[in-house]
């Protein structure tokens, strides 16, 4: 049966929806960046061991209660849809929130990060599952371009903030966060008036008419057709998290102990980094996900993060190489595993477990990252540069993984994709 989205072109509607949905990847990637720059203002107020600092990466909305709240979260949307998720997880979310703006205690960030990181875990796959299903059949690249630039916004607008708020201390890390809770709320009332995904409503209205025993369950994802998808976007995935989780959360941190640069100079760092990867995300990701083959866009990009990464394993961590590394980490990475992973989570599994698949996927990833992230400050202590080495490391195997068992899905629309999935049954 033909969908409403089948219809050539992208309407105003589709790039509004798409933007509300899509605003879930602000709020996530504004919330990790928030945290991390935060985080030197919070060792100065609070004398935090570098221990107590892993334990706030790996349990934050970078790590694994964001892991927790993606499984939780997507098994959820696919039950009883997308919009009763990313519509009511963002007022969890500014109550979580609400706990680091008006933190006192190193008690309280820790559990301000943990509830935050579990709503940022809910709405990821209920946003890039509704993202995929409203927009135009054969503009799926195009849309969940617009989801990641927002990825990327989120961190340049936390970041001009601090820079802007530097002067204030640790007030403005909360003004900061006060603004990151505000749009929560706002974007509840924004979202009211979507509707729900005429993929999923059509799923759901066929799984009523077989039998208990045949409908979609959780474990039909160990199914051989499913388990092969869920393996290699893991893998890809997963060795590509460990480095921009890292480098997300820390970078500012390691820019100031090891760089010895200042707050404001590591801030302005980091947003040359985003901004780059918005312009990379706009220009080439975008014009290109939907027409051209996709693994070897992949693999472009993956070369150029393994070069621009191992710059700061071979050479001094200088303020012109950091430099050079993060625009060439910006312009790979914009239209690199990212990005390719919110558009094949969304396209190798029927609609049922579509969110569901997605769940688990970012669960495994973000909760590995949670208990890298205990090691990160050890590690960064005692030699930046063995740091660097195991990440471009990482992403040598995100590379290898993509370029090998990458899909070709460009130009196909979701119910040729989901025919697909079952001829394989």
């Not at 706030?56 to 993606?70: E, T």
């Not at 499984?71 to 949307?77: D, P």
């Not at 941190?253 to 706009?282: E, H, K, P, W």
Request: glycine share 10%.
């Amino acid at each position: 049966m033909p969908h409403s989205a089948a219809q050539p072109g992208s309407t105003r509607t589709d790039w509004k929806n798409t933007i509300l949905a899509g605003l879930a990847n602000y709020i996530d990637a504004g919330s990790i960046v928030a945290g991390g720059v935060a985080l030197a203002l919070w060792m100065e107020a609070y004398k935090l061991s570098p221990s107590f600092v892993g334990v706030i990466a790996a349990l934050g909305p970078n790590a694994i209660s964001a892991g927790l709240g993606a499984m939780i979260g997507g098994r959820l949307c696919d039950t009883f849809g997308r919009k009763k998720i990313y519509q009511y997880d963002m007022l969890f979310y500014a109550f979580g929130m609400c706990w680091l703006v008006f933190a006192v205690s190193p008690w309280m960030i820790v559990l301000g990060f943990f509830l935050v990181g579990l709503a940022v875990g809910a709405d990821i796959p209920a946003s890039w599952s509704l993202i995929a299903e409203i927009a135009p059949e054969r503009e799926r690249g195009k849309h969940s371009g617009v989801a990641q630039v927002l990825w990327y916004l989120g961190p340049v607008v936390v970041l001009g903030l601090f820079l802007v708020l530097a002067p204030l201390g640790l007030l403005g890390a909360r003004l900061v966060f006060a603004h990151l809770a505000i749009l929560a709320v706002a974007l509840t009332f924004l979202r009211s008036s979507m509707h729900e995904s005429t993929h999923w409503l059509e799923a759901q209205a066929a799984e009523k008419t077989v039998a208990a025993t045949q409908r979609t369950g959780l474990r039909d994802l160990l199914k051989p057709r499913y388990i092969g998808g869920m393996a290699f976007l893991t893998g890809m995935y997963l060795f590509w998290n460990l480095w921009a989780g890292t480098n997300g959360f820390f970078f500012p941190y390691i820019l100031r102990t090891v760089g010895a640069q200042t707050q404001a100079t590591s801030v302005m760092i980091q947003m040359l980094s985003f901004g780059v990867g918005m312009l990379s995300i706009a220009f080439i990701f975008m014009p290109l996900a939907d027409k051209v083959n996709q693994r070897k866009l992949f693999a472009a990009s993956a070369i150029i993060q393994i070069v621009g990464m191992s710059l700061l394993a071979i050479f001094p961590l200088t303020l012109p190489v950091a430099i050079v590394h993060v625009l060439m980490m910006a312009i790979g990475q914009g239209f690199g595993a990212q990005s390719f992973f919110q558009l094949w989570s969304s396209e190798l599994f029927p609609t049922l477990l579509r969110s569901t698949a997605q769940g688990v996927m970012f669960a495994v990833v973000r909760i590995s990252l949670g208990f890298w992230s205990f090691f990160v400050p050890v590690l960064t202590a005692t030699g930046f540069h063995t740091l660097a080495w195991i990440l471009t490391g990482f992403l040598v195997i995100s590379g290898a993984v993509g370029m090998i068992w990458a899909p070709r899905n460009e130009g196909k629309t979701l119910d040729e994709l989901e025919a697909g999935l079952e001829r394989q049954a």
